[in-house]
C-alpha cells in the first residue's frame, strides 16, 4: 500500500514539474494526486473510521493555510483595484539605473514581508513597466525582484506560503522567525543586488507622456492602501492577543476591509463601484493557485499518515546525519521542485519532540526552502510569474542570474549558521 502511494505521489509530483510540456494545469494534478492518495490509503487501510478521522484532522490544518492565503489575495486585490499602489510609483523620480536596481530592490524585499513573494513579484513588474521602457533592461530587473522578493518573504511570517505553513504550524512564532532570519535574508538580498546594480549602467529611456484613467481618487487610494497594509501587518498581532490560528486575523482584516470600502463607494451607482468592490477582487485572484496548495497539501498529508514520511526521515538522518546540511539540500531541491510539498513533508517527517517550536532547524528551513527557489526561475511562484509576465528564457535566467542567486543563497545559510554558532557561545 505505502509503495502505491509513494508511486502516485512521485507520477503527480513529476507532473506538476513538467506541467508546461503536459500542457496540463498543475492543481488538477495536485487534486487528482492528493485524492488518489487518499483513496489508496482508505482501501487498503485497516480501520476506514481511524482514516477518515485522519483526514479530517489533516484537513483543519490545511484549511486554515487556505482561508489564509484567500484573504490575503483579496485584500490586495482590492488594494490593487483601487490604485494603491500608485502611491509608491509615483515617488520614484530617478532615471539612473544603479540607482533604481537598489529602490525596486528595497521596496520587493520589504514589500513582500507584507504582501507575500509572489504578489510583491506581480505588483513590482507591473510598476516597473510603468517606467522600465526597454525589455532587456526589465529583464535583469524582473531577476533582481524575484531575489528580492523571495529573500524577504523568508524572514515574515506572512511573506512566503512556507514560511505561513510553519507559522500556523505552531514550528516558528512571529518574533523568533523576524529576528533570526531576517539579517540572512538580508544578506541574501544584498549580494546579488549589488553585483546586478554594478552591472547596470548609464541611464533610462524616457517614457512617453500618458496619462493613465485612475479608477479611484486620491483620498480613496491612500485609505485603502494605509487600511490593506495595516490590516496585514495585524494579523501577527491577533494572534498574540487572542491565540487565535492566523486564518482568523487576516478573514477578521478582510471583514473590516469590505465594511470599509462599502461605506466608502455607498453614494455611487452598481457600474461605477464595480470594478472597486470585493465582490471584484475575488473574481480576480488566483483560484488555481489555492486548488493547488489544496491538492499537494492532501498528498503530503496522506504520506505522512501512511508512515513514508517518518521512513524518509529516518533515513536521511542515517545517511547525512546533519540537520544543516540536509536543510541547505532542501533550499537547493526547491529550486528544481515546488517548495510547498517540500516543507510540507519536512513538517511531517520531524515532530515536536525532536525540534520543538523556534527550533534551530524550523528556522533555517524557512530561510532555506524560501530563498532556493530563486536559484532556477521555475524554483518559485514568484519566479514563475516573472517568467510569465516579462517572457524570461529559462536558459537566460540559468546564464543571467542563477549564479548571483546561489551566492546570495549560501552567503545568507553562512550568516544564518555563523549567527546560530555565536548566540549559544
Not at 23 to 37: E, P, Q, R, W
Not at 189 to 196: A, E, G, N, V
Not at 386 to 398: C, D, K, S, V
Request: charged share 15%.
Amino acid at each position: 500500500m505505502t509503495i502505491i502511494v509513494a508511486i502516485l505521489f512521485v507520477v503527480g509530483y513529476l507532473a506538476i514539474a513538467f506541467e508546461h510540456s503536459l500542457k496540463i494545469n498543475k492543481a488538477a494534478s495536485a487534486l487528482l494526486t492528493g485524492v488518489l492518495c487518499w483513496s489508496i490509503y482508505a482501501l487498503w487501510g485497516v480501520n476506514k473510521e481511524l482514516v477518515s478521522e485522519d483526514l479530517a484532522h489533516h484537513l483543519s490544518d490545511i484549511a486554515g493555510i487556505l482561508f489564509f492565503l484567500l484573504g490575503a489575495m483579496v485584500i490586495v486585490e482590492l488594494i490593487d483595484a483601487h490604485d494603491g499602489f500608485e502611491i509608491i510609483t509615483e515617488r520614484i523620480h530617478t532615471t539612473r539605473k544603479s540607482k533604481l536596481v537598489w529602490i525596486v530592490g528595497l521596496l520587493a524585499f520589504f514589500l513582500s514581508a507584507v504582501l507575500d513573494n509572489l504578489t510583491t513579484t506581480i505588483v513590482m513588474i507591473s510598476l516597473l513597466r510603468k517606467f522600465v521602457p526597454a525589455h532587456k533592461d526589465r529583464l535583469m530587473f524582473a531577476g533582481l525582484i524575484v531575489i528580492s522578493a523571495n529573500a524577504g518573504g523568508a524572514w515574515s511570517p506572512i511573506g512566503d506560503v512556507t514560511t505561513t505553513m510553519l507559522w500556523i504550524g505552531n514550528q516558528i512564532t512571529t518574533a523568533n522567525i523576524i529576528i533570526k532570519t531576517i539579517l540572512p535574508s538580508l544578506v541574501c538580498f544584498l549580494i546579488p543586488t549589488l553585483f546586478i546594480s554594478m552591472q547596470m549602467k548609464g541611464a533610462l529611456e524616457p517614457l512617453p507622456e500618458k496619462k493613465e484613467k485612475l479608477f479611484s481618487t486620491v483620498t480613496e487610494r491612500r485609505a485603502v492602501f494605509i487600511i490593506g497594509v495595516v490590516c496585514l501587518l495585524f494579523v501577527p498581532v491577533f494572534k498574540t492577543i487572542t491565540h487565535l490560528p492566523p486564518y482568523m486575523g487576516i478573514v477578521f482584516g478582510l471583514g473590516t476591509m469590505w465594511v470599509l470600502t462599502e461605506m466608502v463607494h455607498s453614494g455611487k451607482d452598481e457600474r461605477e463601484k464595480g470594478l472597486l468592490s470585493v465582490n471584484h477582487a475575488l473574481r480576480k485572484i488566483d483560484t488555481p493557485s489555492i486548488l493547488f496548495f489544496l491538492g499537494i497539501l492532501l498528498a503530503v498529508s496522506a504520506l505522512q499518515s501512511t508512515g513514508i514520511l517518518t521512513s524518509v526521515s529516518a533515513y536521511l538522518d542515517k545517511s547525512i546525519g546533519n540537520i544543516s546540511i540536509i536543510t541547505i539540500i532542501i533550499g537547493f531541491l526547491s529550486a528544481i521542485v515546488d517548495n510547498v510539498p517540500l516543507v510540507a513533508a519536512a513538517q511531517g517527517m520531524y515532530s515536536f519532540d525532536q525540534y520543538p517550536t523556534d527550533h534551530f532547524f524550523w528556522e533555517f528551513l524557512a530561510y532555506c526552502s524560501g530563498t532556493g527557489g530563486s536559484i532556477l526561475i521555475i524554483g518559485s511562484a514568484a519566479g514563475v510569474a516573472a517568467m510569465g509576465m516579462e517572457r524570461i528564457r529559462f536558459g537566460w535566467y540559468l546564464k543571467k542570474i542563477a549564479w548571483l542567486a546561489v551566492i546570495g543563497y549560501l552567503s545568507g545559510a553562512a550568516v544564518f549558521l555563523l549567527q546560530d554558532y555565536l548566540l549559544n557561545l
